[in-house]
């Protein structure tokens, strides 16, 4: 399979949110169109819903676990278990990677922000931001936890 971290990051600079970015590159692999994946993962933006909490990344890198593996029947404890440590794990090669999975410590805002209004992309925004190399480093680890290993 073709690399699609790049795809990741195109999407995030032509202005989808992160977890859109990262789940939109994707979902297509696992049976969901483009555009039911935008919908779906645009409220876990900015770390959902701009309240700056879990990245948006790792909300991406979770729900693509469950499109993969994700357990339907509510009874199968070793099947939420085998979701549930794939979900970790792969947050917490993320957190190794950046320092937190949590996006108002990734970006260095110390509470949730009041306005739900996303910030301007501008070449500011860009510079000062860490979100295309969080974007980056959520891709690099769906492609090696979900695409190129079997979990």
Same mark, same amino acid.
């Given at each position: 399979?073709?690399?699609?971290? *790049?795809? =990741? ?5 032509? @202005? ?7 789940? @939109? ?14 919908? $779906?993962?645009?409220? &876990?933006?900015?770390?959902? @819903? ?14 693509? !676990?469950?499109?993969? *593996? @994700?357990?339907?029947?509510?009874? *199968? ?8 440590? $794939?979900?970790?794990?792969? !947050? *917490? /090669? ?10 108002? /410590? ?10 739900? &209004? ?15 190399? $969080?974007?980056?480093?959520? =891709? ?12």
């Amino acid at each position: 399979m073709e690399s699609r971290v *790049d795809e =990741a990051v195109a999407l995030f600079k032509e @202005g989808y949110n992160c977890a859109q970015s990262v789940f @939109g590159a994707y979902a297509d692999l696992f049976g969901m169109d483009k555009e039911t994946a935008l919908k $779906l993962s645009s409220p &876990m933006g900015a770390g959902m @819903g701009r309240m700056r909490e879990v990245c948006g990344t790792v909300s991406a890198m979770a729900l693509l !676990s469950g499109l993969k *593996d @994700g357990n339907i029947d509510p009874k *199968d404890r070793e099947a939420k278990t085998k979701t549930y440590e $794939l979900v970790r794990n792969m !947050s *917490d /090669e993320f957190a190794e990677e950046n320092g937190s999975i949590i996006c108002r /410590e990734l970006l260095g805002i110390l509470s949730r922000e009041k306005s739900a &209004m996303p910030a301007e992309r501008t070449e500011e925004y860009y510079k000062v931001r860490p979100c295309v190399k $969080l974007v980056r480093s959520a =891709a690099q680890i769906v492609e090696k936890k979900l695409l190129l290993q079997e979990s």
